[in-house]
């Protein structure tokens, strides 16, 4: 019987775990890294993931480590599932420069404004990479519920291989030309999914919230194209499936976030006793200021960055939304 290929996931949060339990549903050996090597021994031993995804067992193709070389040994390719303001850390620190690389981590970078491929060029030039991202709750493709997401890289044979050996009946994976596209899908959604939930919270309504979510798009769009991607992937599964998702599911993080601020709660209180971390916190401020180098306003992410420094409040920050100058759309 011929020898499985073998996936290195890096990351045991809830997003690697469920990558981690794709990968060896599609028929790959896989080593989960967890940067704990005495939690990396209990998810080893009991075969559950129970503070991200309890429930969801462990295939036997899975070897749970805290040994990233061991991890990585072997692999032919490389999944980052861990979120990106500790990505350039984790990729510092890592042998095999050469291993392709699949990032998983959605956001832009504080201090730097960079997007995760474009650290994991400044860290691992060597390395080819490609992103992952699309409307995907860890959750659901833990459990083997049907989804579809996005592989995009400008290397086709990268994206085209990481497609073949990620991909099942139930995993849709489609490729995708416009990387650029894809991250900022992914960053801008979860920081747009904040004001969403804000907005109900808050008691402002649906209207409220499917305007929102629309102009949020819209922003997405054009920093999109600024920065050198198209369009059109807005529309696609990274930028408009990835912020219906996010913006209406009932277990998104960023989202929930949102609702406790918008019912009053300081940003402490929404985030004490969370174990999965909520990207918009970080991104909001920081795809801000990318946007600012390249001459783009982002009025939406710009609200959510100023009620998370807690300049604004809920309302506050709708009446200078509603307060923009009036034109066509």
């Not at 749970?64 to 980052?80: E, F, K, P, R, S």
């Not at 059109?232 to 601020?261: H, V």
């Not at 009053?264 to 990318?290: C, D, F, K, W």
Request: with cysteine; proline share 6%.
């Amino acid at each position: 019987m011929p020898t499985r290929p073998k996936i290195c996931v890096l990351g045991a949060g809830a997003w690697g775990t469920a990558l981690a339990i794709q990968a060896a549903r599609a028929g790959m050996a896989v080593s989960l890294w967890a940067r704990d090597p005495a939690r990396a021994a209990v998810i080893q031993k009991t075969r559950e993931n129970a503070r991200h995804l309890p429930g969801a067992r462990l295939s036997p193709a899975i070897n749970v480590t805290g040994d990233a070389a061991a991890a990585l040994h072997g692999a032919v390719l490389a999944i980052v599932a861990v979120p990106a303001q500790h990505m350039r850390a984790v990729l510092e620190t890592l042998p095999e420069p050469t291993l392709p690389l699949v990032i998983g981590a959605k956001g832009v970078e504080q201090g730097t404004l960079k997007l995760p491929l474009e650290v994991a060029a400044e860290v691992r030039p060597q390395a080819p990479a490609a992103v992952l991202s699309g409307p995907n709750f860890a959750g659901e493709i833990a459990f083997g519920l049907p989804a579809a997401t996005v592989i995009a890289s400008h290397d086709p044979d990268l994206r085209n291989r990481a497609g073949d050996l990620l991909a099942s009946p139930g995993f849709r994976i489609y490729g995708g030309d416009d990387p650029i596209g894809v991250q900022v899908g992914g960053a801008a959604k979860n920081v747009i999914a904040i004001a969403a939930g804000a907005v109900i919270g808050a008691g402002l309504g649906e209207n409220a919230r499917a305007a929102l979510v629309t102009r949020g798009l819209a922003e997405l769009s054009r920093l999109t194209v600024a920065l050198g991607g198209k369009a059109e992937t807005a529309a696609g599964l990274s930028g408009l499936g990835d912020l219906l998702l996010t913006t209406t599911g009932p277990g998104s993080r960023n989202t929930s976030l949102g609702t406790e601020l918008g019912r009053g709660r300081s940003l402490e209180e929404a985030l004490a006793g969370r174990v999965s971390v909520a990207e918009g916190v970080a991104t909001a401020p920081a795809i801000v200021a990318r946007a600012a180098q390249v001459g783009v306003e982002l009025p939406i992410c710009a609200a959510v960055a100023d009620l998370l420094a807690g300049e604004l409040t809920v309302g506050d920050a709708m009446g200078r939304l509603l307060a923009r100058p009036r034109r066509d759309e």
